[in-house]
């Protein structure tokens, strides 16, 4: 697996961000071309599972736009892991970027509908693929929370106040939380709607008490999960003008227009020192229509 490991901490500045508090973005989007972002930390140990067992293939979920579907499906090729995604929703008439790609990866694609899709977790697949080693959708559970943990092993933590994450299942925001210095300020920001269960998601990845300094912002995500706009695309393409950090859509973009919001309404204190992760995503840009963005 070719990985870059020299991955940057990139301090910006843009019109929004006051002079009293300094950012930087976690460029993790950088860390390979189709395994970005939180993806491979949320994998890697997953991964090293699979290769120690005697599994005939590795099974995962999501949606057909799905980030950790596309990165599972890369990691496998690069690895020589038979895989097979289970994806939610009837098999589209024409299939996305994202399912095309897994596919020609070597993923098996298995369509599922949408009431299956829910109750995945009470369904018994090893009784349709015997002997395979199965992933939750988006690498929910103890072992990819312990990979994010290693994220912050990447940046010196001591000259942060702030530690910031986008949060789909909550899996990598756990994973930072489990490794942040006490006195540290953990936020994540939600791409769902009203998904309040995501506190106790975070909760259940937990290694020990929480200190009360983590929390997750809801209402963020721009109208739900997958939601776009055109004030969305403007802002991504302004933060890249001035800063030309490439945003995804459905995580790091929105994250970042909250944290503007905040940042200008004060919430950060003066001196405050806040690090972005970046958790990739970038191939979901690719289902937008010509000249939505700039990058």
């Known amino acids: 697996m070719k990985l870059n490991n020299s991955i940057p901490v990139q301090y910006f500045n843009t019109a929004w961000l006051p002079g009293s508090i300094?950012?930087?973005?976690l460029r993790l989007d950088l860390i390979h071309p189709a395994i970005q972002g939180n993806k491979w930390f949320k994998l890697k140990h997953h991964l090293a599972l699979f290769q120690q067992g005697n599994y005939q293939q590795l099974i995962t979920f999501g949606g057909a736009y799905s980030n950790h579907i596309a990165a599972t499906a890369a990691?496998?090729?690069e690895m020589g892991i038979p895989t097979a995604g289970i994806i939610r929703g009837e098999e589209p008439k024409t299939w996305s970027h994202t399912l095309q790609e897994a596919r020609q990866a070597g993923m098996q694609l298995h369509f599922i509908d949408r009431h299956r899709y829910r109750e995945k977790m009470h369904i018994d697949?090893?009784?349709?693929?015997p002997n395979s080693y199965i992933v939750p959708e988006g690498g929910h559970h103890p072992l990819g929370a312990a990979g994010c943990e290693e994220i912050l092993s990447i940046e010196q933590l001591d000259n942060f106040s702030h530690i910031t994450c986008p949060v789909g299942t909550g899996t990598t925001l756990a994973g930072l939380i489990n490794a942040s210095l006490p006195g540290q300020y953990t936020w994540g920001y939600s791409a769902?709607?009203?998904?309040v269960s995501l506190d106790n998601d975070v909760k259940s990845l937990l290694k020990v008490p929480s200190r009360g300094n983590w929390q997750i912002f809801h209402g963020v995500s721009q109208?739900?999960?997958?939601?776009t706009n055109h004030e969305l695309f403007q802002f991504m393409n302004d933060f890249y003008t001035e800063t030309g950090i490439?945003?995804?859509?459905?995580?790091?973009?929105?994250?970042?227009?909250?944290?503007?919001?905040?940042?200008?309404s004060g919430?950060?204190?003066?001196?405050?020192?806040?690090?972005?992760i970046h958790t990739g995503g970038l191939q979901g840009n690719r289902s937008l229509p010509g000249g939505s963005l700039i990058f």
């Open 22 to 25: 300094r950012a930087a973005m």
């Open 75 to 77: 990691a496998c090729r």
């Open 125 to 129: 697949w090893l009784e349709q693929f």
């Open 192 to 195: 769902l709607k009203n998904a």
């Open 223 to 227: 109208g739900g999960y997958g939601k």
């Open 246 to 264: 490439p945003t995804d859509m459905i995580y790091t973009g929105k994250m970042l227009m909250a944290i503007r919001d905040q940042a200008m």
């Open 267 to 276: 919430l950060f204190p003066a001196g405050s020192s806040v690090l972005i």
